[in-house]
Nanobody, 126 residues
Framework: QVTLVESGGGLVQVGGSRKLSCVAS??????????MGWFRQAPGKDREFVAT????????YYTNTVEGRFTISRDNAKNTVYLQMNSMQAEDTAVYYC?????????????????WGQGAQVIVSS
C-alpha cells in the first residue's frame, strides 16, 4: 500500500505563488521507480491533469494553462514531489491531488495512476 500526503495548500492572492508538496510512503514502495503527477479539480468541474514528472526527474509535461507558470520537481531522497505555482490566477482555484503512476514514464492520463492523495485546497483570490 502507498500513502500520499499533500501539504502547502491555502489562500493566495492573484499573481502570487504557492508551493505544494507531496510525501509518499509505503513499506514496499521505491519512490524513485515511479512517475508522479499533479491533478486538480475545480468546483463543479471534472478532475484535470496539471503536471507530471518521470521517475528520475528528467522529463516533465504540463497542461497548456499552467505551462510557464508551474514547475513540477521531485526529490527522490525525500520521497517527495513538488508543484511550484507562480503568477497564480483565479482559475487555478481547485483541490490539488498528487498521484503515483503505475510505471516510470511521465503521463497525463488519469488511468495511468494507481495511488492518489487526499488533496490540498488552493484558493486564489483577488
Amino acid at each position: 500500500q502507498v500513502t500520499l500526503v499533500e501539504s502547502g495548500g491555502g489562500l493566495v492572492q492573484v499573481g502570487g505563488s504557492r508551493k505544494l508538496s507531496c510525501v509518499a510512503s509505503g513499506s514496499t514502495f521505491t519512490f524513485s521507480e515511479y512517475a508522479m503527477g499533479w491533478f486538480r479539480q475545480a468546483p463543479g468541474k471534472d478532475r484535470e491533469f496539471v503536471a507530471t514528472i518521470n521517475n528520475n526527474g528528467a522529463t516533465t509535461y504540463y497542461t497548456n494553462t499552467v505551462e510557464g507558470r508551474f514547475t513540477i520537481s521531485r526529490d527522490n531522497a525525500k520521497n517527495t514531489v513538488y508543484l511550484q505555482m507562480n503568477s497564480m490566477q483565479a482559475e487555478d482555484t481547485a483541490v490539488y491531488y498528487c498521484a503515483r503512476a503505475r510505471r516510470n514514464w511521465a503521463t497525463n492520463r488519469p488511468d495511468d495512476y494507481e495511488y492518489w492523495g487526499q488533496g490540498a485546497q488552493v484558493i486564489v483570490s483577488s
